[in-house]
T-cell receptor, first 117, second 111 residues
């Protein structure tokens, strides 16, 4: 059974703290994604990666950075947490096909609900 | 980023009724159209998906209808059950285009 795990289900941090969210997948997928989910706004892409050490900005990268040192692990970093980063964060992975790099199903983790005080 | 417009934002249906959620896309290069289902406290999971070479795909009570010329696709849930209550997201992707999601539809099925 495919699995995407996220390091924490719930996290409470203070404004200005550096926050690390980790995601691990066991499916040998090339693509990995970080989204944030807010009511009424759906899933918004923060960053994605299509290979180790590769990263691309999504729609809302400001205030975030990512790291992908190993194929199975994709980390999201909030350099200095702010209250407007309170949200649900979802990690996903997908297979990368030669004919269509983003053509396949995304597999999501359970999410991390982050509260920044 | 290419848009995918999803409607309605919320939907209330009686048990046994039909739930219909619609999506429209802009980019004709999209060639993969999945629907994801998300229960509270969980991540989204693939429910059903279609590629543009067919106009309809059915899996149990769930059907995707696809209209390539109108650039629209919809999810139909027949005989809706309380256990179907969830948030549903449509998405579109393909080629070098990263997946683009609709904003989601919150479905409540009353017993």
């Amino acid at each position: 059974d495919v699995k995407v795990t996220q390091s924490s289900r719930y996290l409470v941090k203070r404004t200005g703290e550096k926050v690390f969210l980790e995601c691990v997948q066991d499916m040998d997928h090339e693509n990995m994604f970080w989204y944030r989910q807010d009511p009424g706004l759906g899933l918004r892409l923060i960053y994605f990666s299509y290979d180790v050490k590769m990263k691309e900005k999504g729609d809302i990268p400001e205030g975030y950075s990512v790291s992908r040192e190993k194929k199975e692990r994709f980390s999201l970093i909030l350099e200095s947490a702010s209250t407007n980063q309170t949200s649900m964060y979802l990690c996903a992975s997908s297979l990368r096909l030669a004919g269509g790099p983003f053509q396949e199903t995304q597999y999501f983790g359970p999410g991390t609900r982050l509260l920044v005080l | 980023q290419q848009q995918v417009k999803q409607s309605p934002q919320s939907l209330i249906v009686q048990k046994g009724g039909i739930s219909i959620i619609n999506c429209a896309y802009e980019n004709t290069a999209f060639d993969y159209f999945p629907w994801y289902q998300q229960f509270p406290g969980k991540g989204p999971a693939l429910l059903i998906a279609i590629r543009p070479d067919v106009s309809e795909k059915k899996e149990g009570r769930f059907t995707i209808s696809f209209n390539k010329s109108a650039k629209q696709f919809s999810l139909h849930i027949m005989d809706s059950q309380p256990g179907d209550s969830a948030t549903y997201f449509c998405a579109a992707s393909g080629g070098s285009y990263i997946p683009t999601f609709g904003r989601g539809t919150s479905l409540i099925v009353h017993p």
